[in-house]
C-alpha cells in the first residue's frame, strides 16, 4: 500500500522559511517522478514544482520560481520542498503526489497517489 506523508508545515510570518517533507512508502520511490501541490481555500490545486526520478530535471511554477527549492533522497524515499521569501499568498495546503511512473507533469491528474497535505499559513 502506497503511502507519502507530509511533514514540516506550519505557521509562518511573510519573508521567513519552511522546510517540507514528503515520506514514501509501499512503492519503489526512485521510479517516481514527483511533485508538490498546494489548495488555497476557495480555489483550485496548483502546481507548485516538479521533479524527476533522478532529480536531474526539476520545474517551478512561475509564482515560486526563485524561492522554493525541490530536491529528492531516493535513498530515503522522501522529497523535500524548501521554501523561502514566503508570502501570504502562499498561505495554502501543500500536497506531495507520485507519478506512478517517470513522466512528470504540472497536472493532477497525473498523479496516481497523494499524501493528506500539510497546511502551510504565512501571516503578513
Known amino acids: 500500500q502506497v503511502q507519502l506523508v507530509e511533514s514540516g508545515g506550519g505557521l509562518v510570518q511573510a519573508g521567513g522559511s519552511l522546510s517540507l517533507s514528503c515520506a514514501a512508502s509501499g512503492m519503489i520511490f526512485s521510479n517516481n517522478a514527483m511533485g508538490w501541490f498546494r489548495q488555497a481555500p476557495g480555489k483550485e490545486r496548483e502546481f507548485v514544482a516538479r521533479?524527476?526520478?533522478?532529480?536531474?530535471?526539476?520545474v517551478y511554477a512561475d509564482s515560486v520560481k526563485g524561492r522554493f527549492t525541490i530536491s529528492r533522497d531516493n535513498a530515503k524515499n522522501t522529497v523535500y520542498l524548501q521554501m523561502n521569501a514566503l508570502k501570504p499568498e502562499d498561505t495554502a495546503v501543500y500536497s506531495c503526489?507520485?507519478?506512478?511512473?517517470?513522466?512528470?507533469?504540472?497536472?493532477?491528474?497525473?498523479?496516481?497517489?497523494w499524501g493528506q497535505g500539510t497546511q502551510v499559513t504565512v501571516s503578513g
Open positions: 503526489a507520485a507519478s506512478g511512473t517517470y513522466r512528470m507533469s504540472a497536472y493532477s491528474r497525473d498523479y496516481d497517489y
Open positions: 521533479i524527476s526520478r533522478s532529480g536531474g530535471t526539476i
